[in-house]
């Protein structure tokens, strides 16, 4: 294994902090004064996007023709540190990890730069692939996941993918990865086969790293 590929949103924090309710407001938001969509047909239009392409801004690209960089600078203006502090445990468990880490988002890099400093990690990750990786495809499409290897220059199963999200580590298997689930939330076996490890939280990762670094 060379690489370990972060996820940010409710993966490097808690769930519990909410951050994103934040900018899903601006979501909406941006919809109804920005692109004119009548609010009540907000709700059904994200679902459908979602369940379409994966995120909503590819439907707003796809069927409105919105500028994404517009979008990204909207949706995220959010002040993260009124629901992230400094991670003192994660920060000492990065700078001791044995091999460099990564964060792979659906979110935009201006996001991830206030996320990062919110939490004290700044200097941590090596690089940091974001929606503008694959022209705005979002996880859990393929496409990102061959460019970020391709930008690697890794193959997938010299890849571990963290994540929240079980559809986008499910992607991340199809590519060979070892896969870990962050969350409260137990995998369910067997369907989610795809989940190699299940930690609590991503502090933990050190320790599994370890055990799986000593078995190969």
Request: with cysteine; net charge negative.
């Amino acid at each position: 294994m060379k690489a370990i590929l972060f996820d940010l949103d409710n993966t490097l924090y808690p769930v519990e902090c909410d951050l994103f309710s934040l900018i899903d407001v601006r979501i909406n938001h941006y919809m109804e004064e920005i692109v004119a969509i009548d609010p009540a047909d907000v709700d059904g239009l994200r679902r459908r996007y979602w369940q379409n392409y994966g995120a909503t801004l590819q439907g707003l690209i796809r069927h409105h023709k919105i500028d994404p960089e517009d979008y990204l600078d909207y949706v995220h203006a959010v002040d993260v540190s009124s629901r992230l502090s400094i991670d003192n445990e994660l920060q000492k468990t990065l700078n001791s990890l044995p091999l460099p880490s990564y964060i792979f988002t659906n979110g935009s890099r201006c996001h991830v730069d206030r996320v990062v400093a919110a939490l004290g990690l700044d200097g941590l990750f090596a690089d940091v692939f974001d929606i503008r990786i694959a022209a705005y495809q979002p996880k859990p499409n393929s496409d990102p996941y061959r460019q970020v290897l391709e930008r690697l220059e890794l193959s997938g199963d010299q890849c571990i993918m963290v994540e929240d999200q079980l559809q986008n580590l499910q992607t991340a298997k199809q590519f060979g990865m070892k896969t870990v689930l962050i969350g409260a939330e137990e995998p369910v076996m067997p369907e989610c086969s795809y989940v190699d490890a299940h930690l609590a939280k991503p502090a933990e990762i050190g320790t599994l790293l370890d055990e799986w670094l000593e078995v190969n």
